[in-house]
């Protein structure tokens, strides 16, 4: 049931896979097996459009559908009594001038099932808002998500804006998206770089201390 759940959901069939979710749910199946799962699925869509296979349209859907099983998924993670321990803090965004937001939403997504506290503030962040977010949530960890070229400079500029803040020295600055490396990561001053949602959970638990 497990792989054909990813499959299902890497092929975008919506039907099958709420169905399949609340199945599984009546199953009395773990519901962070199933949001696992999810998260296994939309590595494939990720692949599928990195490979020319998928383009925008699917990807947008593919956002759209993880939504409506998180959605559906999220009740049982507290009503069956498993504890989702909020560990800490972390503001994310894309940055100015970019609005792609599945590679953010799916960061969302694993941050909150893994116990964080997400401040999510969308697509096109200006340099302030990221600024004030960091000031009004004294969050330690904050993630810089961007999918084009143009990116890399927002990118450095929000980060220098936090130096001229002086609240550079507190957060740690994790860097993601399609064209992201170690040396964009060091053009734009940031601490690291994340290849997929789980390295950004890693990276997270690593700098709070839970890991």
């Given at each position: 049931?497990?792989e054909d ?6 092929d ?7 169905k399949?979710?609340k ?21 494939i869509?990720g692949k ?12 947008v ?6 939504a ?34 599945i ?29 004030k ?28 804006a ?17 064209q ?32």
């Amino acid at each position: 049931m497990s792989e054909d759940f990813v499959n299902l959901l890497a092929d975008l069939k919506e039907d099958e896979v709420l169905k399949l979710v609340k199945q599984r749910l009546d199953a009395k199946e773990d519901p962070l097996k199933i949001l696992e799962d999810a998260r296994k699925g939309m590595e494939i869509v990720g692949k599928r459009f990195a490979g020319g296979e998928y383009f925008l349209p699917e990807l947008v859907f593919s956002g759209e559908l993880l939504a409506q099983v998180t959605n559906i998924v999220k009740p049982h993670l507290t009503g069956s009594g498993v504890q989702v321990k909020k560990i800490g803090k972390v503001v994310i965004g894309t940055v100015a001038g970019d609005i792609h937001d599945i590679g953010l939403n799916i960061v969302d997504f694993m941050l909150d099932v893994n116990g964080f506290e997400v401040t999510n503030l969308g697509v096109d962040v200006p340099v302030e808002k990221f600024v004030k977010a960091m000031k009004d949530t004294k969050a330690p960890v904050l993630g810089l998500s961007g999918f084009l070229t143009p990116a890399f400079d927002a990118m450095k500029e929000t980060v220098e804006a936090l130096e001229k803040a002086g609240l550079r020295k507190d957060i740690k600055i994790m860097i993601g998206g399609g064209q992201m490396d170690d040396e964009v990561r060091k053009y734009a001053k940031a601490d690291a770089f994340g290849k997929d949602a789980m390295a950004a959970v890693t990276l997270s638990q690593k700098w709070i201390g839970t890991k």
